[in-house]
């Protein structure tokens, strides 16, 4: 069963605008990875956010876990033509560190010069 | 850029063809996986490797089969292709230990199967 779901599942925005996704799971995590994927590439990993973190920055890049609510949220800010791709969440697959991913439907976002 | 490929990138055949995708790797990763995945979907793991002579069978069923020979290299297998192998096939790699690391992926191979 599909462990990540996303959603919007398509984001159209203008360049410099802020862009959020968000993302939900069904079982307990050790942690949640955040990919971005470029039309007919692979998977470039963006961030690592553990089970115990609640938030998370790298450079344009803010993530935030609710284990609670079995969530977590990609926000982009300033957005830029070059961020036009799909991303995706992951989660590893419980109950141990087997090192699997499930990942999520994606959500592909579209930015306007 | 990671240091992980994936030959061929396109590939068109015939039904019934045998064909073999190359994935390698060169940041001496244990753990490698493949995933397919449709255009828009998610990726699905259909097979995955710890280390050396370790294979194990994915989430999605597959019909293909792969083999770890050597640290570095993760071929993936398919017998007989059929229109409905049609996909992108992705390769994978993350550090060996107990706790979940990022996945470093290859530019996949986009097959179609006529």
């Known amino acids: 069963s599909q462990q990540g779901e996303e959603d919007p599942q398509a984001l159209s925005i203008q360049e410099g605008e802020n862009a959020t996704m968000n993302c939900s799971y069904k079982t307990s995590i050790n942690n949640l990875q955040w990919y971005r994927q470029n039309s007919g590439r692979g998977l470039v990993h963006l961030i690592l956010i553990r089970s115990n973190e609640r938030e998370k920055h790298s450079g344009r890049l803010r993530v935030t876990l609710d284990t609670s609510k079995k969530s977590s949220s990609l926000l982009i800010t300033a957005s830029r033509a070059a961020d036009t791709a799909s991303y995706f969440c992951a989660t590893d697959e419980p109950p141990s560190n087997t090192g699997k991913l499930i990942f999520g439907q994606g959500t592909t976002l579209q930015v306007k010069p | 850029e990671a240091d992980i490929y994936q030959t061929p990138r396109y590939l068109v055949i015939g039904t019934g063809k045998k064909i073999t995708l190359e994935c390698s790797q060169t940041?001496?990763?244990?753990?490698m996986y493949w995933y397919q995945q449709d255009p828009g979907m998610e990726l699905h793991l259909i097979h995955y490797s710890y280390g050396v002579n370790s294979t194990e069978k994915g989430d999605l069923s597959s019909e293909s089969t792969v083999s770890r020979i050597r640290t570095e290299h993760f071929p993936l297998t398919l017998e007989s292709a059929r229109p409905s192998h049609t996909s992108q096939y992705l390769c994978?790699?993350?550090?060996?230990?107990?706790?979940?690391?990022?996945?470093?992926f290859g530019p996949g191979t986009r097959l179609t199967v006529l």
């Open positions: 994978a790699s993350s550090k060996p230990g107990l706790a979940s690391h990022e996945q470093f």
């Open positions: 940041m001496g990763h244990d753990k």
